[in-house]
């Protein structure tokens, strides 16, 4: 693979969240990577299922519901987990398929947006814990990751610009414009998916 330089890239799997405690599944519930998949890639399935399994043990606490065989409470119990799992699950979802889409690069603009990515965490700093934050879970914040994601697409325009120079200014135009729209198409619908489910 490394000397025919042709990488297999592992398909990405994506199935999104969906609320429980609906009267069909009365004392089932599903945590974790059992309740969603997103693609291995970013790690983010053991640290969504870790979250879920806290959340709900202090939602489901005795001290909120002391009789698990009461399905009302539970399942309005089960409302309150749904909403505050969100944004983590949101922002670990969003990010592997946005990373899995840069890895995975087949066009031009991707690559662009790829190389601005490495590029991006070269800068350290806020370039660099930020994403880490966000990938590690310890910042659950979907706007952060939207800004993250947006700088990182913005900074990889400005980095073709500068290599195809004066000479290259129509064509990096072309590009920065198929780039944009690239990054929209590949992170935008999956954040509102998530967010707005």
Known sequence: ALEGRKFRIMP??????????????LGFILLGDSLNMRHPLTGGGMTVGLNDSVLLAKLIHPKYVDDL????LV???????????????AVINTLSIALYSLFAAD?????????GCFRYFQRGGECLNG????LSGTLPYPMLLFNHFFSVALYAIYLNFVARGLPGFPLAL???????FTAIIVFTP?????LVQ
């Open 12 to 25: 990405n799997q994506y199935l999104s969240a969906m609320k429980q405690g609906s009267e069909n599944h």
């Open 69 to 72: 065989g009461d399905h009302q």
């Open 75 to 89: 399942a309005q119990r089960l409302k309150v987990f749904h909403r505050k799992r969100k944004n983590l699950d």
């Open 107 to 115: 066009k031009k603009a991707l690559k662009i947006l790829q190389n």
């Open 131 to 134: 994403p880490i934050g966000l």
């Open 174 to 180: 072309l590009e920065a414009l198929d780039t944009l």
């Open 190 to 194: 999956y954040l509102w998916a998530e």
